[in-house]
């Protein structure tokens, strides 16, 4: 059940990542805009479990059912936004400042398991269509698939991983070979003529 409920926000992450990490200018919104996606299913489940308790323990009677099955769903939603938005906003602010390595960690986990899911996504669209093969084989098969598919999906992410300071956003992104220890340093600015 757990798995019906993420399987939508997890697809949903991981096409949007796919997206924006193949477009360069797109890409410093490529880690907050997921991340914001994924929190807002946990988000969601925990405004409905905290309105079905307050329900339950309170007079449930005073709404009519129409409208107390209007205000959960809605308060669940705009609990569930609220939640993503917070997450997305958190995340950002953790990519700006992890240092190159562990960005560039971040940004090879991250697009390995977006790839992934969008490769099994439509590897099942795909057998579910076209039922490809069904011999005495299909086990080995589908387990080459997967292995075919893991190795795909962690090789673009490798390569997308090669222009990590792109995944930050701009006003906090080094130049080029800067170290972490200058990113709280502004360059100078130079003076305005005393004329």
């Known amino acids: 059940m757990q798995i019906i409920f993420a399987a939508p926000f997890v697809l949903a992450a991981a096409l949007v990542f ?3 990490s193949l477009i360069p200018r797109a890409r410093r ?5 997921p991340a914001g996606i ?34 959960y769903v809605s308060s669940g939603i705009l609990g569930g936004i609220v939640g993503g938005v917070g997450v997305a906003v958190l995340a950002s602010f953790v990519a700006n400042v992890l240092p ?7 940004v090879v986990l991250t697009g390995w398991c977006s790839y992934f899911v969008m490769l099994l996504t439509l590897a099942f669209v795909m057998d579910q269509q076209f039922s490809l093969y069904s011999g005495p084989f299909r086990g080995w098969s589908e387990a080459l698939a997967l292995g075919l598919e ?13 222009n990590a300071e792109q995944f ?22 130079p003076a305005a003529d005393a004329r």
């Open 18 to 20: 796919t997206i924006l």
């Open 29 to 33: 919104w490529a880690i907050p805009i």
């Open 38 to 71: 994924i929190a807002a299913g946990p988000s969601l489940l925990v405004v409905f479990i905290v309105e079905a308790l307050t329900i339950h323990f309170f007079d449930h009677t005073a709404w009519p059912g129409r409208w107390a099955s209007i205000l």
């Open 100 to 106: 190159r390595p562990l960005l560039r960690l971040a």
């Open 150 to 162: 893991l190795l795909l999906s962690l090789t673009g992410a490798i390569l997308v991983a090669q």
């Open 168 to 189: 930050r956003t701009r006003r906090m992104r080094l130049p080029y070979g800067a170290p972490f220890r200058r990113r709280g340093q502004m360059p100078p600015v």
